[in-house]
Each structure stands twice: as C-alpha cells, then as structure tokens.
C-alpha cells in the first residue's frame, strides 16, 4: 500500500519543526556555537522589529499614517503598562521593557507563518530571557534597597508564630519566578504548535471525504494561536513589570 | 489682536491637553483607561502556570536534597507540601489581583471616565 505509506510520511512527527538545525558550524574552545536556524529566527525577529519601528517613525507625521500609528500603538501599550504597574519610577527601564516585548511578540508572530521556526517554543530561550530579568531585577533591587530589599521576603502584619513558614513561602515563591515566567511561553508556544502539526496531520490521514473537518479546525486554531502569541507576549511582559515594580517600590 | 471667543477657546482647550499629556508622562496623572479584558486573561495565565509550577519545582528542589543528603523521601514530602502551599499563596494572590482590577474596570464603566488612582490598595493584600 504506496498511498498508506505516502500519507505516514506526510504525517511526519509533529515534533520535527522544532529541530534545530546548525546553518553555520562554529565551535569556540568546544563548546558548540553555530548559527542555528533557532539563531537566524532570532536575528529576522530584531530585523524585523528594527524595520517595523524605523520605517514606520521615517516621516514622524503629526498625522500618523497607518503604519506609523502601528508604532505609536505598541509604545503607548508598553507605556501604559509600565506606568500601571511599575509607577514614574519604572521610566529609566522602559527600553529594555519594550524591546522585551517586542522581541517576544515577534518571535511568537514569525512563528506562526508555515515553515518558520519558532523560537520562543524552546525552554532554553524563554529560561534565558526569564533569567535576564530575575537577575537584573534582583540585582536592581539590591542596588536601590541594599539589604533592606531582603524585606521584600517578611510579609506585614503576620503573627510571629506564622512568619518562619511564611518567609520560606515568599523565597520559593521569588525564586520561582524565572522558572514559571519561562515555563509559560514555552508551554504555551510548544504546545499550540504541536497541535497545529498533529491536526495537519489529521488532514492527510482522514483523506478527501472527512480531511475537511480537521483543516477547519486548523483555521480556528490558527487564529486562536495568533491571540495567544500576542498574549503571551504580554503575559511575560506584565509579570517582568511586577517584578521590577516588586524591586523598585517594595511591596507587592 | 483682539482673540475671537472660538479661538480662545479652542486654545484653552489646547492648554487642558498640553497639561493632561505633560501629567501622564510625569507619572502622575490617571492611567489610560481601567485593564482591558485581555489584561485579565493574562492574568488567569499566571494563576494556572503559578499553581502548577511551583509544587512541581519545589518537588524537585526537595528530591535532588534527598538525593545529595541520602535522605529519601523527607526532604521531597517536606519541600512538596511546601510547593503546595507556596502555588496555593500565588494563585490566591493572581486571584486577588484580578478581583481588584475587575472592580476598577466596574467602576470605570460605572463613573465613566475618573479612573482611581495606581495600586493605592496594594497593601490591603497582605492581610
């Protein structure tokens, strides 16, 4: 059966798209860093970013074209979201918190056109950018607070008895952060593709006659993982908000 | 240079926006505009992961002690439980959250327009 076995491999494994595949061969004193397809997505997403927001501020028109209201958008909604959260004091960090964002929302968006790879669907790259912001905003709340940032972990008005327990509760609490920022977009990212993948494969093996039922399935899918790549997005952006504001203002 | 009223008036009104705008660049103005209803799904996001991830980690943080100390299983049940408790605090708090800035979008609707001020009622969490 020719046609059986065409449409296995048709069905190829729905993990495949997340192989990463070295383009450039470099190794630096042993350790393995080529140019991966995972690091070309990575450098389109910057290009990308850098054109979206370069071409479209190019006239800077009091009366913004289409395009340029695009960008004035996105820094409004990254603005506001540091002023919900974070306060006047969060101001010196915006460009990191909107090239966060935009990075993120990027690479989630590339992802989703066919044949692309996404990047964010790799634990290493979302536990990387998580560690970025748990480092710098522990090592900015040190800066700021000294020790007396370690208040952060003694909850207010607890009764003495409750406190040791409560005080481990807010270290595993804080040092879980990365760990759940990461976990999210990857799960989120991985997952959601797994599915589109399995679906299409759906497709192929329920043939002409019931093919149609996964495919429309696909396409309500699709949009659903457009929302979830904004989403996504925003969620890790949100939460690198409260952390900073958790290290700046001191209370949660 | 006698101003006409309509051009008085359309220059106070320039005035008023030139002030609001400066305002909310300082920080100290109203925010725009209550969370939007995707600000609330994200955070039903974070109560999800929250609550799964750190029983899981906190599990595993215990079992590699046991597995240095040689104390199987103690230090896994101990820091497991803790990781319970620790996905339950964060959940509870998300949840408020979410409960606070649901009542500020109410309000927003109900007063339509004066927005309450930025996390004034943070501390009240704690208790």
């Known amino acids: 059966m020719p046609a059986r076995r065409e449409s296995e491999a048709l069905a190829a494994n729905p993990l495949e798209q997340f192989e990463i595949k070295r383009l450039v061969p470099i190794e630096i004193g042993g350790l393995d860093a080529s140019f991966t397809n995972s690091s070309a997505f990575m450098v389109l997403a910057i290009l990308a970013v850098t054109v979206f927001m370069v071409v479209g501020m190019r006239k800077g028109e009091l009366v913004p074209s289409r395009w340029q ?3 004035e958008m996105s820094y409004e909604f990254v603005a506001n979201m540091l002023r919900e959260n974070v306060g006047p004091a969060g101001r010196p960090y915006f460009p990191f918190i909107f090239s966060l ?6 690479c989630n968006m590339l ?3 066919p044949y692309s790879f996404t990047v964010t669907s790799h634990i290493i790259v979302t536990l990387a950018l998580a560690l970025v912001v748990f480092i710098g905003v522990t090592l900015i709340g040190f800066v700021r607070h000294g020790f007396h940032f370690l208040s952060l972990f003694v909850p207010k008005g607890v009764p003495a008895p409750l406190l040791p327990l409560l005080v481990v509760i807010e270290v595993l609490s804080y040092f879980i952060r990365p760990i759940s920022l990461s976990i999210r977009l990857f799960a989120n990212m991985m997952a959601g593709h797994t599915m589109l993948k399995v679906f299409a494969g759906f497709v192929i093996s329920m043939g002409i006659f019931f093919g149609w039922l996964p495919l429309s399935f696909i396409v309500a899918l699709t949009g659903l993982e457009i929302v979830i790549a904004f989403l996504q997005a925003y969620v890790f952006t949100i939460l690198t908000c409260l952390y900073l504001n958790d290290a700046l203002n001191l209370h949660h | 240079m006698t101003q006409d009223p309509a051009e008085r008036r359309s220059l106070q009104s320039l005035d ?41 980690v906190c599990g595993y943080v215990g079992w590699l002690l046991d597995y240095w100390l040689g ?3 103690w230090f ?20 408020q959250e979410m409960i606070r800035r649901g009542e500020l979008m109410d309000d927003e609707v109900a007063s ?16």
Do not use: C, H
């Not at chain 2, 939007?36 to 992961?49: I, N, Q």
């Not at chain 2, 049940?77 to 708090?93: I, S």
């Not at chain 2, 339509?112 to 208790?127: I, L, S, V, Y």
């Open chain 1, 69 to 71: 209201s695009m960008v």
């Open chain 1, 101 to 106: 964002f935009m990075f993120i929302l990027f």
């Open chain 1, 111 to 113: 992802g989703m056109l």
């Open chain 2, 16 to 56: 008023e926006r030139i002030r609001r705008a400066r305002g909310s660049a300082a920080g100290e103005g109203p925010p725009q505009g209550a969370p939007s209803s995707s600000a609330l799904l994200g955070m039903a996001w974070r109560l999800a992961v929250e609550l799964v991830v750190a029983p899981a």
């Open chain 2, 71 to 73: 104390t199987r299983p």
């Open chain 2, 76 to 95: 896994f049940v101990l820091f497991l439980l803790l990781g319970l408790v620790t996905g339950g605090v964060l959940a509870y708090r998300a949840m």
């Open chain 2, 112 to 127: 339509n327009g004066t927005t309450p001020g930025r996390r004034d009622d943070a501390g009240e969490k704690r208790e």
